[in-house]
T-cell receptor
Framework: GQNIDQPTEMTATEGAIVQINCTYQ??????LFWYQQHAGEAPTFLSY????GLEEKGRFSSFLSRSKGYSYLLLKELQMKDSASYLC??????????FGTGTRLTVIP | ETGVTQTPRHLVMGMTNKKSLKCEQH?????MYWYKQSAKKPLELMFV???????ENNSVPSRFSPECPNSSHLFLHLHTLQPEDSALYLC??????????????FGPGTRLTVL
């Protein structure tokens, strides 16, 4: 079976740094994705990790530890527009994605 | 704009109605997906088509019937739905490549309400 856990909600201040964690237990692993979803909109791709370590892309970074079944998404220099849900998803060997429930991030002034 | 469009964006239907959701991708992808997104639940994979052939059906009730006439179009035919089927239905597409997981690109979804 597949089990993916992430916090339901987080709040952070504009300009700050926030880390959104994701833990997973899956049968088969072919990479981990992070998506951003604004209310009423499509999820949009943020990052993909398949090897251990940190991938940096502008203000967003994503980290993976396969041995620990753990990933995090790091958002720096938070902006109000970063208020959204962040979805962690794991790809199994068959290339299908299994999603967590998402973390709703609220950025406050 | 992700290159994946869905129509209609909103749909209200009675339990005895028949309706269809449409998805179109303009990305040259060869795999398409239907997901269901309910409040406080993870996205649930419903159907996967790769090269127009259905390869995954996650025990979805038969009142949902997918159709993939070509690699750019995907439909979800709905009939005799239940109120608990009310949700956001998302379509996605990807380019199947060997070696790494596909990145899926999502449409904006159809918000379905079953009365």
């Amino acid at each position: 079976g597949q089990n993916i856990d992430q916090p339901t909600e987080m709040t952070a201040t504009e300009g700050a740094i926030v880390q959104i964690n994701c833990t997973y237990q899956t049968s088969g692993f072919n990479g981990l994705f992070w998506y951003q979803q604004h209310a009423g909109e499509a999820p949009t791709f943020l990052s993909y990790n398949v090897l251990d370590g940190l991938e940096e892309k502008g203000r967003f970074s994503s980290f993976l530890s396969r041995s620990k079944g753990y990933s995090y998404l790091l958002l720096k220099e938070l902006q109000m527009k970063d208020s959204a849900s962040y979805l962690c998803a794991v790809s199994n060997g068959a290339n299908n994605l299994f999603f967590g429930t998402g973390t709703r991030l609220t950025v406050i002034p | 704009e992700t290159g994946v469009t869905q129509t209609p964006r909103h749909l209200v239907m009675g339990m005895t109605n028949k309706k269809s959701l449409k998805c179109e991708q303009h990305l040259g992808h060869n795999a398409m997906y239907w997901y269901k997104q309910s409040a406080k639940k993870p996205l649930e994979l419903m159907f996967v088509y790769s090269l127009e052939e259905r390869v995954e059906n996650n025990s979805v009730p038969s009142r949902f019937s997918p159709e993939c006439p070509n690699s750019s179009h995907l439909f979800l035919h709905l009939h005799t739905l239940q109120p608990e089927d009310s949700a956001l239905y998302l379509c996605a597409s990807s380019l199947r490549t060997s070696g790494r997981a596909d990145t899926q690109y999502f449409g904006p979804g159809t918000r379905l309400t079953v009365l």
